[in-house]
């Protein structure tokens, strides 16, 4: 069986944003990638969580084709796919359908970043993708929200944003492995519910100072990061 390190990662992702209260019934799917092989591993499509095995991740190519696994991969590969060809340093993607991060998405709207929570993994607001035209939907749905996500990141550092929200749809969260994609959907929706409750208790407040939101993510992130230990 190829892949059993990543199989075993991609199923532990899976299960952490159910465990987290993330997804309901399948709504969501998690995936790990394999650089050095090109081969992705990704839970298959519609399968109840508990049912799940190692041996039941699906393995593609970069292209989507599958490479092993006698079950049809989720039905968002196409949009994980283009995320790892446009995101060289990203090692996992995690889709749920998360209550308040979900909210926002179909409200249209960025969160912005309130508060320092937010700043520790996020540098700026959550990004908010386009709609789709009718043709994108049309040629192929799920590797258009792929190019969708990717156009919204023309000339940033995937890394300091590491999730997004797609417009009218949920959001896709991704890291340097399939865990660390997973911690990050676990950390968006609880950002996406602290700026649900701020901006209800106060419609006017307004984002963190830049300065503090800088030094909470720069003291956990980059050269001079000084949280945690070394």
Avoid at 28 to 55: F, H, M, W
Avoid at 197 to 217: E, R, S, W
Wanted: proline share 6%; with cysteine; charged share 20%.
């Amino acid at each position: 069986m190829k892949l059993e390190k990543l199989r075993t990662e991609v199923l532990a992702a899976n299960l952490e944003v159910v465990n987290r209260g993330l997804v309901l019934y399948t709504f969501g799917n998690a995936s790990g990638i394999d650089r050095e092989q090109g081969l992705v591993a990704i839970k298959p499509s519609g399968v109840p969580y508990e049912s799940l095995t190692p041996a039941d991740m699906v393995i593609t190519d970069v292209e989507g084709k599958v490479v092993e696994g006698s079950l049809r991969p989720s039905s968002d590969l196409a949009t994980h796919i283009e995320i790892y060809k446009a995101f060289p340093n990203v090692g996992g993607v995690v889709h749920t359908h998360s209550l308040f991060a979900t909210a926002w998405a179909q409200a249209g709207r960025e969160i912005p970043c309130l508060g320092t929570t937010h700043a520790d993994y996020f540098h700026g607001p959550v990004p908010l993708t386009a709609h789709l035209t009718t043709e994108e939907i049309d040629e192929g749905y799920e590797r258009a929200t792929g190019h969708a996500v990717v156009r919204r990141f023309a000339g940033m550092d995937p890394l300091t944003a590491p999730g997004v929200l797609v417009i009218g749809h949920a959001p896709f969260c991704w890291g340097a492995t399939a865990m660390d994609a997973a911690h990050h959907a676990v950390i968006l929706e609880e950002i996406a519910t602290m700026a649900y409750y701020a901006t209800t208790l106060n419609p006017g407040c307004g984002q963190l100072p830049q300065a503090v939101q800088d030094k909470h993510y720069f003291r956990k992130h980059g050269a001079k990061a000084y949280y945690g230990q070394k």
